[in-house]
């Protein structure tokens, strides 16, 4: 499987992960916003099928919403943040581990930027609760003021992501 930027062409590809908001998203907005470089949509595609994608821009957290514990080493300014708007997988790939190379290259992607540019914490806006729950098997922890909005500093990413423990606890 490999992973590239949306395109025209590939934003023709049939798409459907069960979920209008996302499909829709896929088909009508993400080569624009690419394009506009309001948000980045990178999609994982086969031979001849797009098995997912996700959206990603940089963000920012107001310094009231970080929990006490990880605010206190932190100055009263907005936190730098890493977003991950989206991310969608074909009904067809669901369950077959998709969803979770997605979120890895997403967060590899973060780690990557973050060395470069001022990036503190890594957020997602999960859709429901049920997406919720499965980004907190990965650590994220819910913003008490956004309960479907998850965060994980950066740098509890990158120390999994070189020892080779991210997984899903």
Do not use: W
């Not at 798409?15 to 088909?27: A, I, K, R």
């Not at 990178?42 to 797009?50: F, G, I, L, W």
């Not at 098995?51 to 100055?75: C, H, M, N, W």
Request: positive net charge.
């Amino acid at each position: 499987m490999e992973i590239q930027v949306i395109t025209n062409q590939l934003a023709k590809f049939l798409f459907d992960c069960n979920e209008s908001s996302l499909n829709d998203y896929f088909h009508l907005f993400a080569v624009k916003n690419t394009e506009l470089n309001i948000g980045r949509t990178y999609v994982a595609c086969t031979d001849c099928a797009v098995a997912g994608y996700f959206t990603v821009s940089t963000a920012q957290v107001l310094y009231d919403e970080i929990p006490e514990k990880i605010r206190r080493k932190l100055s009263r300014y907005s936190v730098p943040a890493f977003r991950i708007g989206r991310l969608a997988v074909a009904k067809e790939y669901q369950g077959k581990g998709v969803e979770n190379y997605l979120l890895q290259k997403a967060l590899c992607l973060a780690v990557r930027i973050s060395v470069t540019a001022a990036v503190h914490v890594v957020i997602i806006d999960a859709l429901n609760k049920e997406v919720v729950s499965f980004y907190t098997k990965y650590g994220f922890m819910q913003l008490p003021s956004h309960p479907l909005m998850l965060f994980l500093p950066v740098q509890t990413i990158a120390r999994a992501v070189t020892s080779g423990t991210f997984a899903p606890a």
